[in-house]
Nanobody
Framework: QVQLVESGGGLVQPGGSLRLSCAAS????????VSWVRQFPGKGIEWVAR????????YYAESVKGRFTISRDNAKNMLYLQMASLEPEDTAVYYC?????????WGQGTPVTVSS
């Protein structure tokens, strides 16, 4: 079955960097558009980044543009979110998502806390 498993979250100081990973299985990952979304502690949800197929065009929320980079390794069925210049406002649970056969699938999330 379709499965997405995030990893790489944790505690990081302001200004630091972190790379989130998302392992995909059970579907044709290379042909699926993918996204990262985050849920803030107050439960608000924000779309973070997206990579389309074909072509690999990327899109980012204004709040993360220039600091976050979405990428994928289709050979490994992996999705990544490289985060730099992290701010306390980036504290959230981060979810990866993939669209397959017109259905969106989500992982269980990985928490990121930005604090000194």
């Amino acid at each position: 079955q379709v499965q997405l498993v995030e990893s790489g979250g944790g505690l990081v100081q302001p200004g630091g960097s972190l790379r989130l990973s998302c392992a995909a299985s059970g579907f044709t990952f290379s042909s699926s558009p993918v996204s990262w979304v985050r849920q803030f502690p107050g439960k608000g949800i924000e779309w973070v980044a997206r990579m389309d197929v074909p072509g690999g065009n990327t899109y980012y929320a204004e709040s993360v543009k220039g600091r976050f980079t979405i990428s994928r390794d289709n050979a490994k069925n992996m999705l990544y979110l490289q985060m730099a210049s992290l701010e306390p406002e980036d504290t959230a649970v981060y979810y990866c998502s993939a669209k397959y056969l017109m259905t969106s699938y989500w992982g269980q999330g990985t928490p990121v806390t930005v604090s000194s």
